[in-house]
C-alpha cells in the first residue's frame, strides 16, 4: 500500500497500446450498461447500447429499476427494460439481470418509488422487516414481477439481487439493508426460478485502512461479502485498487494497493469459492491475476463520451482486451 500525490488531470499518453495482456482462456467477458448515466453524459441512451453491443463480449448486465418501472402504485410497466433487454438478444448477449430493489448499480443506487417510501431512511439505521415491512413486501413483490416477465427469456443467465445488498450505500448513506431483508429477496427469486444462479456482489477493500473501516461500519451484522458466500450461487467482487483521499485544487491524494497485496486478496477469496463449488465475477477493468468466472467490465457509457472527445484510447484498450 502507499500514499500517492498526482494532478488529477495528466496528458494522454499511448501506453494502453503496449501494456501486455494475458489471455483470459475460458474467462467470459461482460460489460454494464447505465441508461441514466449515458443520458447524464449527454449521450442518446438507445444509440449508446446499439454501439456498445457491436462488440464482442458475451453477456451485458441490465438492472431493473423499481421506480422507472412502477411509476405509480400497482403499475408496473415493464418498457424501460425490455428495449435494453430486446436490443441485447438482437445482438446475441446473453443478459444478467440486476433487480434490485432496494439499490442497483448506477448512482445514486437507490431507486424505491416514493409512493413505497413516503420518508427517507434513517441514517446509521439497519432496515430490516421489523422497522419497514411494507418495504420488503414491496420489495418482493416487485423481484417476483420481474422474474415473472424475464425467466422465459433464454439470454437470461442469472438475477443478481440488490447491489453491495448489506454495505452502506457509498458516502452518501450510512443506512444498510439487514441481512434477513435481502435472504428474503432471494428466497423470492429463488422458489420463482430455482435453475439460475442468484448473484450477490461485494465491495472488496484493498487496503487496511479501508478494510478497517468497512468492518467498523458493518460489524453488527457482517459486509457483503459475508453474505454472498451463505446465500450466492455467484460472488460478484467490486475491486478498488486506488481510494480518493481528497483533492487539493489540481491535486489529488489517495491510497493504491499494492500489485502483490490486492492479488493476494483475490486469490484467497478465489481457493475459498473453488473449494466450496462457487463462481466468481470481479467488475472492475484490471487484471486480476486469478482465474475467474468472468470478468464485469465498468464504465462504458464514458468511453463513448470520451471516443466523442476524441479520444479513443478507452475503446481501444477494450478492443485489445477482447482479442487476448
Same mark, same amino acid.
Given at each position: ?16 497500446? @503496449? %501494456?501486455?495482456? !494475458? /489471455? ?7 460489460? =454494464?450498461? +447505465?441508461?441514466?448515466?449515458?443520458e ?26 423499481w ?21 441485447a438478444?438482437r ?33 446509521g ?28 427469456h ?5 438475477? @443478481? %439481487?440488490?447491489? !453491495? /445488498? ?7 448513506? =450510512?443506512? +444498510? ?48 461479502l ?58 472492475l ?40
Amino acid at each position: 500500500m502507499s500514499l500517492r500525490i498526482k494532478r488529477s488531470a495528466r496528458p494522454l499518453t499511448d501506453r494502453w497500446r @503496449q %501494456v501486455p495482456i !494475458e /489471455a483470459r482462456g475460458s474467462t467470459r467477458f461482460g460489460i =454494464s450498461f +447505465r441508461p441514466l448515466q449515458a443520458e447524464a453524459m449527454g449521450l442518446e441512451p438507445r444509440a449508446a447500447l446499439s454501439a456498445l453491443l457491436e462488440h464482442p463480449y458475451e453477456f451485458i448486465r441490465l438492472a431493473a429499476l423499481w421506480n422507472r418501472m412502477e411509476p405509480t402504485l400497482d403499475i408496473f410497466d415493464s418498457s424501460y427494460l425490455d428495449w435494453q433487454v430486446g436490443a441485447a438478444e438482437r445482438a446475441g448477449k446473453k443478459v444478467l439481470l440486476a433487480l434490485g430493489a432496494v439499490k442497483n448499480f448506477g448512482y445514486p443506487e437507490f431507486f424505491v418509488p416514493k409512493h413505497h417510501l413516503r420518508t427517507q431512511l434513517r441514517e446509521g439505521s439497519l432496515v430490516s422487516e421489523a422497522s419497514h415491512p411494507e418495504l420488503l413486501t414491496a420489495a418482493m413483490a416487485f423481484a417476483a414481477r420481474v422474474v415473472h416477465k424475464y425467466r422465459d427469456h433464454e439470454s437470461v443467465i442469472g438475477w @443478481q %439481487v440488490e447491489h !453491495e /445488498a448489506v454495505d452502506p450505500l457509498g458516502m452518501e448513506h =450510512s443506512w +444498510r439493508l439487514a441481512t434477513e431483508f435481502v435472504k428474503r429477496e432471494v428466497a423470492v427469486v429463488k422458489a420463482l426460478d430455482p435453475k439460475r444462479p442468484i448473484l450477490l456482489n461485494a465491495f472488496m477493500p484493498m487496503s487496511m485502512p479501508v478494510a478497517v473501516q468497512q468492518w467498523w461500519r458493518t460489524r453488527d451484522q457482517g459486509d457483503s461479502l459475508s453474505l454472498a458466500r451463505v446465500v450466492a450461487e455467484i460472488i460478484g467482487v467490486d475491486v478498488y485498487p486506488c481510494h480518493a483521499l481528497g483533492a487539493v485544487g489540481n491535486w489529488s491524494v489517495y491510497l493504491e494497493a499494492g500489485e502483490g497485496e490486492w492479488q493476494g486478496h483475490c486469490g484467497r477469496l478465489f481457493r475459498w469459492a473453488g473449494a466450496h463449488g462457487r463462481r466468481m465475477m470481479v467488475n472492475l477493468a484490471r487484471q486480476s491475476g486469478c482465474a475467474l468466472d468472468a470478468y464485469l467490465f465498468w464504465g462504458a457509457e464514458y468511453w463513448l463520451l470520451r471516443q466523442q472527445c476524441g479520444d479513443d484510447s478507452y475503446l481501444g484498450a477494450f478492443k485489445r482486451i477482447l482479442m487476448s
